[in-house]
């Protein structure tokens, strides 16, 4: 059963830190591309960071550049998308995808 699930959200305080893990199953995430995607409240589901299978090579949203990484763990067949200086704006549900299939999301909420 293909199967993509998020974890490591949390309630985080301004400039905190957070690190999301998409865990795979069914098949091998070292094929295929994935990226990470959030939805904040009343707002559209807007693209966060990718890698891609090839290269490994990266994307960042602008807003998210110089606090945000992205990573892949070939043995664990995991993303991961390591999170500092947290903002109250990355407030929202975060979703991994890859080869066309969504996880569930990890609720990531910033605030003191």
């Known amino acids: 059963q293909v199967q993509l699930v998020e974890s490591g959200g949390g309630l985080v305080q301004p400039g905190g830190s957070l690190r999301l893990s998409c865990a795979a199953s069914?098949?091998?995430?070292?094929?295929?591309?994935i990226g990470w995607f959030r939805q904040a409240p009343g707002k559209e589901r807007e693209a966060v960071s990718s890698i891609s299978s090839s290269d490994g090579s990266t994307y960042y949203a602008d807003s998210v550049k110089g606090r945000f990484t992205i990573s892949r763990d070939t043995a664990k067949n995991t993303v991961y998308l390591q999170m500092n200086s947290l903002r109250p704006e990355d407030t929202g549900i975060y979703y991994c995808t890859s080869a066309g299939y969504w996880g569930r999301g990890t609720q990531v909420t910033v605030s003191s």
């Open positions: 069914g098949f091998t995430l070292d094929y295929y591309a």
